[in-house]
């Protein structure tokens, strides 16, 4: 059976479970589908049309009213901050006692230096020769994990790593899969301790899977590099990641340890997890 | 792109023979082919990495010095939406430089090892060969380009049939080419079948890996790219840039290298398989009409022309060669046909893979070449156009085996 076709049998259900900010009354249409009769007071937004009065979908999605504005979301969008988010970036640029980080958004987002807890965890106001020195916390092209701060109006995005959760990311390997496919949790950093592994997952749909950090400040980890098992279990965990995400479910804690649990099960190695035997009997557990 | 933290990951566990997907070293990741039903091109996946390829054919004077060759060109491309993650900060004359190296590494693998006959693609010796201009396109960059348009390239050259040509005296010029919907098209003859496969070095030579990903590629020292043949043959060698390998370890990728190509061959002979029979369905349906399953045999009262079932049996692919003949040379068929098209010169051909000089209508639309002698070229029509050719269908009628295992294979596909 080809992987499309379990995915396009998906029910709307899924579809709408997926839509975290619209849950039980969820309206979905199609493209083509009438929303309603367009009045005079109402707004059209992102995703309608009006044709012989009638507010017509552009897009497949959800129909979301704010006041008097009608859009229909999709389910594969650009990721969208909201405060409180844990996301995983990558550093762009270095400037203006600020790095720009990259999140696969549609703006990159802003880490201000004041925003970072400096080494020793002190707090101070920070001076020109930090300034100089912020290659020293974060240079171009590391992945750091955070959170989102605040959103402004205009869409800028800022972030803070004040706590010692956040920071720097090594050890371990990034996946990426659709925003729209990470669960909101309430923990988005979970260890799996039967395996040893640590995953961060990024609401902006990138996944940091590695040693798990621990909270005291300093490399402890560097020691635990030399185990095989650790980053087979690390190659596993990536793999159910990227499973998921072809599979396009849902990608929380539980269904990364459920899948990952499924192919120790079967026997199935981890670089055999993107085969169709495996996704026939993923699919078949999912029901 | 990797930053230093995540290659020293990958490193690291390189050093314990392990590798970021679980796969082993000398293994490669899953491999995918897709096939045009008009076998026109050939869609090749290595994991995520996506390459698609195309074969144009062109009939024209051969090459000076080779007068009894065809030839043929390897062209490789990049898809725009890939150019602007690959190359963005890259110069443009790099890039082109990279997919000239990329074309002619393709082009040494196929046409310098002689895996394609070059001579059976000429017509009429000195006169009339066919080119072949093979069109490789990169859709999507996952680590291992050259393997994936290695990939595509051979999918493609196994899979193209070129229209079929005959001689025919009575013709000015001598030449009738068949268009592709008429007669069976002719599919390339190769010797072999070279696989291209690229192995990257770490940590000083100390560590080799086949198809590596993205990241194992911004993290390698050093990269070979081989083609050889499941059979044991060496087609060709790439040691561009990059560490060097000892000569042990380039004899190793090579011995590694012969059995994944037969792995990977097996890989391209299932595919080829449901492709010939997805092939022979997609010309039931098209002769057929969508809405009349029935209507499709070998009974004289159906209107459309039944399937071509060259392509079933070899036995009776010679008959109907046999029954054509003496169609192809009544000219009394030939008139009406001169007298429909526009001029007497010109041919539209239903498929755009053949272009015959002179022949304006081609997708192309920019071909106004002139030949030196005037030729008229025409293709029978061997479809129900006419009351006189359902009679050749009349004939194979007759031969009720190949009707039987018509029918059950057409049950089959008409679920």
């Not at chain 1, 090594?170 to 950093?189: D, F, I, P, T, Y």
């Not at chain 1, 590099?225 to 849902?250: G, N, T, Y």
């Not at chain 2, 790099?94 to 000239?100: F, G, L, S």
């Amino acid at each position: 059976m080809k992987i499309h076709r379990l995915v396009e049998n998906a029910p709307r259900q899924i579809i709408a479970e997926s839509m975290s900010d619209a849950p039980g009354n969820a309206v979905c249409v199609s493209v083509g589908d009438s929303i309603e009769n367009f009045e005079e007071n109402t707004l059209r937004g992102h995703g309608t049309l009006v044709r012989d009065d009638t507010l017509v979908a552009t897009v497949c999605g959800v129909v979301e009213r704010v006041n008097k504005l009608i859009t229909v979301k999709t389910l594969h969008r650009r990721y969208g901050a909201e405060v409180g988010d844990v996301v995983v970036g990558r550093v762009t640029e270095i400037g203006g006692k600020r790095w720009r980080i990259d999140l696969q958004a549609k703006q990159e987002a802003q880490l201000m230096l004041s925003a970072v807890s400096l080494p020793g965890g002190i707090q101070r106001r920070r001076t020109a020769e930090d300034e100089l020195q912020m290659r020293e916390i974060f240079k171009e092209g590391d992945l750091v994990s955070a959170e989102v701060q605040a959103v402004h109006q205009d869409g800028v995005v800022l972030l803070h790593t004040r706590s010692t959760r956040y920071g720097l990311l090594k050890h371990g390997q990034l996946v990426e899969v659709s925003a729209c496919l990470v669960k909101r949790q309430r923990q988005h950093m979970a260890t799996f301790d039967e395996y040893g592994v640590g995953i961060i997952l990024g609401c902006n749909g990138l996944i940091w899977v590695g040693i798990p950090s621990t909270d005291a400040v300093g490399d402890s980890a560097d020691a635990d590099m030399d185990d095989a098992s650790l980053l087979e279990s690390i190659a596993r965990i990536a793999q159910s990641i990227k499973v998921l995400s072809r599979m396009q479910m849902m990608i929380s804690t539980e269904s990364i340890g459920q899948t990952a649990r499924l192919s120790l099960e079967h026997g199935i190695h981890a670089s055999e997890m993107g085969r169709g035997d495996f996704l026939k009997i993923l699919w078949q557990h999912k029901e | 792109m990797a930053n230093n933290l995540e290659k020293e990951f990958v490193l690291e566990g390189l050093k314990l023979r392990h590798r970021t997907d679980g796969r082993g070293l000398f293994a490669c990741r899953p491999l995918e082919f897709e096939f045009g039903t008009k076998d026109a091109y050939c869609i090749a996946r290595l994991g995520g990495s996506v390459a698609y390829a195309s074969v144009i054919a062109e009939l024209d004077q051969p090459m000076g010095g080779r007068p009894s060759e065809g030839t043929i060109k390897f062209n490789v491309d990049i898809a725009r939406a890939q150019y602007s993650t690959l190359f963005k900060n890259k110069d443009p004359v790099r890039v082109n430089h990279y997919m000239i190296e990329l074309g002619r590494f393709i082009e040494r693998s196929f046409r310098e090892s002689k895996a394609i006959d070059l001579e059976s693609l000429c017509v009429q010796a000195g006169r009339r060969v066919w080119h072949l201009q093979v069109d490789l396109k990169i859709l999507n960059d996952d680590g291992n380009i050259p393997d994936v348009l290695g990939y595509a390239a051979l999918g493609v050259l196994r899979v193209y049939r070129r229209p079929d040509v005959s001689i025919d005296s009575s013709v000015p010029g001598g030449l009738v080419v068949h268009s592709l919907d008429d007669r069976e098209g002719v599919p390339l003859t190769l010797h072999h079948f070279p696989v291209c496969l690229t192995f990257a070095s770490f940590d000083e030579g100390d560590v080799i890996v086949v198809d590596p990903s993205s990241l194992e590629e911004s993290t390698c020292d050093g990269r070979l790219t081989i083609s050889v043949t499941p059979q044991g043959e060496l087609c060709a060698v790439q040691k561009a840039q990059g560490y060097g390998m000892s000569q042990t370890d380039v004899m190793q990728c090579i011995q590694a290298g012969i059995e994944l190509a037969e792995s990977s061959c097996r890989v391209l002979e299932k595919a080829l398989k449901s492709h010939a029979v997805a092939r022979v369905a997609s010309r039931v349906r098209r002769t057929a009409g969508q809405d009349s399953p029935k209507r499709v045999g070998f009974s004289s009262e159906s209107g459309p022309a039944p399937m071509n079932i060259e392509s079933l049996d070899p036995s009776v692919r010679d008959a109907m060669h046999a029954a054509d003949e003496p169609i192809e040379d009544d000219d009394d068929d030939d008139d009406d046909n001169e007298q429909d098209d526009a001029g007497g010169k010109r041919i539209t051909m239903d498929t755009g893979e053949a272009v015959c000089p002179g022949d304006d209508s081609h997708a192309d639309g920019s071909k106004e070449q002139v030949l030196d002698e005037p030729t008229q070229r025409k293709y029978t029509s061997i479809t129900n156009s006419s009351g006189k050719n359902v009679d050749i269908y009349k004939e194979t009628s007759d031969m009720v085996p190949e009707q039987d295992d018509a029918m059950q294979l057409k049950d089959a596909f008409l679920r």
